[in-house]
Structures are given as C-alpha cells and as structure tokens.
C-alpha cells in the first residue's frame, strides 16, 4: 500500500478544500506515491519528533500542525526547519498535515474531545465556520468539573478567566486558538467555555461580557494523536501506526 490511499481516506473524511486559506494542508514533504509500511502520528512536527520518525523508520508522518506555513526563502541545514526537512528527505519520510480541515471537519478535533468529554446533544458553535462544538454534561459542581479535565486529558494547568461557577451543565469549546468564538458560547448562554491561547485583552473582554473560560492550552489537541491512530489502525490492519511520544508542549509549569 502507498501513501496515496492513506490520504484519500483521509480526504474524504476532512478534504483539504475545508481548510482555512491562511492554512497549508495536504503533502508538506516528500511523495505520496511509494509504499507505506509504518506510519507516525504527531501534533508537531519538531527535530525530536524527526529523530523518533528516523528511530522508528517510519515511511509517513501525519501531523496536525504543518511545518510549512509560508513560502520558504531558503533551505539552510543549520537552522531547525532546515534540519528537519533535509532529514525527512535524506530518510524518505514524506510529511503529510491535516489541520484547520480537521478542525472544521465532523468527526474532527472538537467532536474527538467533546466524545472524550462525554458532552451530549452536540451542536455546532460557530455555523459560519462549522466550528467549535456546544454539548451537555450531568451537572456537576465546577470544581468537580475542572478536576474531570485534568483527570480526562491530563492536563496540568488551566487557567480560569471570569467567575467561578457554582455548577456546570452546558460546555462550549473550540480547541487550538479559539478565543474569536466565545461571543457565540455567551450568546447560547453556555456555562463556562474551552479554548486555549486567551490573551490578556481578551481575557480582560470575556470578563466584561461576564463569559467564564477555562484556557486549557494549545496543547489540548493533543487528542489528535489518539482520535487519528484509532481510526487508520481500523481502516488500515496491515500498516503500523504508532503515536509520537515525544511532549511538544513548548509550555513548563513551574
């Protein structure tokens, strides 16, 4: 089997055509027209996650962020993006990334992380850009709830933005940079609202609207690593896919 049926399963499910314009989805490395024996699954594309692709001798690596954002000028080994992309090609590792197509996509990051949730009657948050997710959960004091995050997804550090509520019922989220979405979690009266990446006037204008989030960090879409593995190893029985291990996180709690 070759990377091109990976793909075109992979497209038909999150077509590159969903994905934002500013984005860059789609073979970022390499071909997708030799075989595929094993694959890696990462968020990130960094020089430790190329080193653990070479280890492993993997032919692919899917990633949820691209490593190519822009238009590169040059190609010079000593700098990290350099290194990275002169390794792939020198270990005929193709690069292939699905992100802002994953997002939007049904079945995607948001609907993958509500499931882990064990949110309920799911809508969509932002039907402009069919992205974001609005569910229910059991009522459950917000404590009890913030404590099922860390316990659900191991998170180490949430930062609370607005008032503590007495009990959550009604969750809206949009993982990644999603804070430009927490006016609709306000308008459909949600209970406390998930994102990551909340800057601090940002945060200052969720208080004025009286919103409650919890910036759980980029890094929640982690998730993508598990929601792809479990769904190529179904698809795909005679190919090994194996999760990244390698913590991309480039935030330290102290």
């Given amino acids: ?33 030799h ?6 699954i990462a968020l990130d ?8 692709a070479i280890e492993h001798k993997v032919d692919l690596i899917i990633s949820h962020h691209p490593l190519i954002f822009k238009p590169i000028m040059n190609l010079q080994s000593e700098t990290p993006r350099g290194w990275i992309i002169t390794n792939l090609i020198k270990h005929s590792i193709s690069l292939y990334s699905m992100h802002t197509n994953y997002d939007v996509s049904d079945g995607g990051m948001n609907d993958a992380f509500s499931k882990k ?27 009890d709830f913030v404590k099922l995050l860390k316990s659900t997804f191991s998170f180490t550090d949430i930062k609370l933005i607005g008032d503590h509520k007495t009990s959550i019922k009604k969750v809206a989220l949009s993982l990644g940079s999603g804070s430009h979405h927490m ?9 406390v609202f998930l994102t990551g990446d909340v800057t601090y006037h940002t945060a200052l ?7 409650t989030i919890l910036d759980i960090g980029h890094y929640a879409e982690v998730i993508f690593k598990d929601s792809i593995f479990d769904d190529l190893s179904k698809k795909f029985s005679d190919i090994e896919f194996i999760k990244s291990n390698v913590n991309t996180n480039p935030y330290k709690v102290l």
């Fill in 117 to 143: 949730l064990g949110l309920t009657n799911l809508q969509v948050l932002d039907e402009s850009e069919n992205i974001g997710r609005i569910g229910e959960i059991k009522e459950i004091s917000f404590d």
């Fill in 205 to 211: 204008d969720a208080i004025q609207m009286g919103l």
């Fill in 45 to 52: 594309v960094t020089k430790e996650v190329v080193k653990e």
């Fill in 1 to 33: 089997m070759n990377s091109i049926e990976i793909t075109k399963y992979i497209e038909s499910k999150f077509p590159k055509e969903a994905a934002y314009d500013w984005d860059n989805v789609g073979l970022q490395v390499g071909s997708l027209n």
């Fill in 35 to 40: 075989k595929v024996l094993k694959v890696l």
């Fill in 183 to 191: 006016s609709f979690a306000k308008r459909k009266n949600c209970d």
